[in-house]
């Protein structure tokens, strides 16, 4: 039989429906995995392999007395070490919460424990998910599975990582501005970042409050569906999530795009895009009007304003959020000669680089006098990003685009430029601002590195994202390509 | 647009962060940089266009007023750095002889 960690979630469930293997069994092949491979991709921050296997168990036990609980049942998932874990260290890959251990769950993860998942652990990120790398970890960087001299993307880098690495059958990350589908492309891994406020972010570490979102990586857009289908719907705790049904979303899966109409917007094959990248992408397009979609050009005129808007809003909502952390309640605390003293220590000398950059920028953003230069400005122009594709989306039913403009890079190579670093998010911020669906799969290879197409959906409507995927992946194999690790 | 020292040093004062000199200096010059890059929302004309304050559409969402357990004290002060009799530990705010 294949070595285990390998399967999709969509064919281990059927192995384990059909008695052929044990959840037990499924998990200590990841852990197996883990221990021959994480030396070099370092995705995880946590392993928790004795609760893991005492969760694979009591799936195993349940399944043969009273049948599967769902889809997930006995699946082995690590999840981004921003959703809290009750009674598992949070860290959001800071110093700050270094020891942070949640008295509670997130909903998704207690929408996951109840669906019968496995957690293999926590995954690495860029601190408090600010940063497109995963070297802004306070702890260590993660390195791409295809070639552990590259990063893997991030923030959600630890995900696609962990994933790409075949440790888990798939993750949990989160997207404010890019964050799940930019390291998915990066690693050739399938990543969803749902329609804001789809999944709950109560237990998320908040960043960017009107952005964030939580979302599955996985091989394919199936195991995605299975996943979001496992974590989205409303939740009281989170006044922000929205009262939609959720739909079948394995239903949606026919396998055909006949009829789809996909716009591609121009303005995404920015300059400097790698031309390797941009010939992938447009390759990958070609494949979808193969079966049968309808490809017409469109514009998004206003696609080049969304990175000044998106590093207004986000620090600007980040420096509140993160107001919270005062080394009182939680998280660590610096000595100082008084209150006050102590709070900026505590704040200084915890926070690092990016995250001190982006307080300070958010907080000059919302400061007297500039508010209405910054962060209102930016409001205004985030009704014209989201028209944009309000008119498209009366014009097409999905858009298909680059993922980020080039492949993974060297680990070190944007260092001393924040600003270049912000450029990698320019493809992935306008679905963001706009709080429009994205799904990334995995098209081909540029410079031996994966490339991912975005397909970008109209509000709520996840199920034809991932029927196109699905669709997608019926006729390429791309998503079955794996490193040689 | 060019931030002076001084703003940036008032800036990290606003967010309570205490940043070292050759920090405040390279802070100084990061910023500058976002911001300039920032200045081309300047292009748009936007007199008439309402600001997103979010994209739900949801407004005024309620819920039932009604009573549910909160978290154990121990469980919410096992975080804390200092603790003393059941509450969070902090350094006295107000100066008793100013």
């Keep these: ?485 | 647009m060019a931030l002076t020292l001084e703003e940036v040093q008032k800036v990290a004062h606003l967010a309570r962060l205490t940043l070292a000199p050759d920090e405040l200096i390279i802070m100084q010059g990061q910023l500058s940089g976002i911001l300039d890059y920032i200045s081309m929302l300047n292009e748009l004309e936007l007199a008439d266009v309402p600001p997103t304050t979010q994209v739900t559409d949801l407004h005024n969402v309620l819920r039932a007023d009604t009573v549910r357990p909160s978290l154990p004290r121990d469980d919410v002060l096992a975080n804390a750095p200092q603790q003393q009799d059941g509450m969070f530990r902090v350094k006295a705010i107000f100066d008793e002889n100013a």
Excluded at chain 1, 9 to 17: G, P, Q, S, T, Y
Excluded at chain 1, 21 to 26: G, P, V
Excluded at chain 1, 106 to 135: I, Q, Y
Excluded at chain 1, 229 to 252: Q, R, W
């Design chain 1, 1 to 485: 039989m294949t070595e285990l960690h390998t399967l999709t979630i969509a064919e281990a469930r059927a192995l384990l429906d059909s008695g052929e293997i044990t959840s037990e069994a499924l998990t200590e092949s990841c852990f197996e995995r883990i221990a021959a491979v994480e030396n070099q991709v370092r995705a995880f921050l946590d392993i928790t392999e004795e609760l893991a296997l005492e969760q694979a168990r009591q799936a195993d036990l349940e399944r043969q007395s009273g049948g599967a609980r769902s889809a997930l049942h006995g699946i082995p998932l690590a999840i981004k070490d921003v959703i809290s874990t009750k009674g598992v260290t949070t860290t959001c890959g800071s110093k700050m919460l270094e020891n942070y251990v949640p008295p509670f769950d997130a909903t998704a993860m207690a929408r996951l424990n109840a669906a019968g998942a496995v957690m293999l652990g926590k995954l690495n990120c860029d601190e408090f998910a600010m940063g497109s790398s995963t070297e802004n970890s306070a702890f260590f960087a993660t390195h791409n599975p295809w070639d552990t001299a590259r990063v893997p993307g991030g923030s959600s880098g630890g995900s696609a990582a962990a994933v790409a690495a075949m440790e888990a059958l798939g993750a949990l990350g989160s997207d404010t501005g890019g964050s799940v589908r930019q390291p998915a492309a990066l690693c050739g891994v399938t990543g969803l970042k749902p329609t804001y406020g789809r999944v709950s972010r109560y237990g998320l570490v908040a960043f960017g409050s009107s952005l964030d979102q939580i979302g599955p990586l996985a091989w394919t857009a199936r195991d995605c569906a299975i996943i979001l289908g496992a974590i989205a719907g409303h939740d009281p705790l989170d006044a922000t999530s929205a009262p939609e049904p959720v739909p079948d979303y394995l239903a949606a899966l026919d396998g055909n795009l006949a009829g789809l109409r996909i716009g591609v917007p121009r303005e995404y094959f920015v300059e400097g895009m790698q031309p390797g990248v941009e010939a992938t992408v447009r390759a990958a397009i070609a494949a979808l009007k193969d079966q049968g979609a309808q490809i017409v050009e469109i514009s998004l005129p206003h696609t080049r304003y969304a990175l000044p808007v998106y590093y207004i809003i986000a620090p600007a909502e980040a420096s509140a959020n993160l107001a919270r952390f005062d080394g009182v309640r939680y998280g660590v605390q610096s000595e100082g000669d008084d209150y006050w003293q102590t709070l900026a220590n505590t704040r200084g000398q915890n926070f690092g680089p990016e995250v001190r950059r982006r307080i300070m920028l958010g907080t000059y953003a919302l400061s007297a006098g500039y508010y209405d230069a910054y962060y209102k400005r930016a409001q205004q122009v985030r009704t014209l990003i989201r028209r944009d594709f309000q008119q498209a989306f009366a014009e097409v039913d999905l858009i298909a685009a680059p993922t980020a403009p080039s492949v993974a890079f060297k680990i070190g190579e944007h260092n001393d430029d924040p600003l270049a670093m912000y450029l990698e998010d320019v493809c992935t911020l306008p679905a963001s601002i706009a709080g429009v669906p994205g799904l990334v799969v995995p098209c081909g290879f540029s410079e031996h590195m994966p490339v991912g197409l975005q397909l970008i959906g109209r509000p709520f409507d996840e199920a034809t994202l991932l029927r196109a995927g699905d669709a997608f992946q019926h006729a390429t194999d791309w998503h079955k390509r794996r490193p040689a690790l």
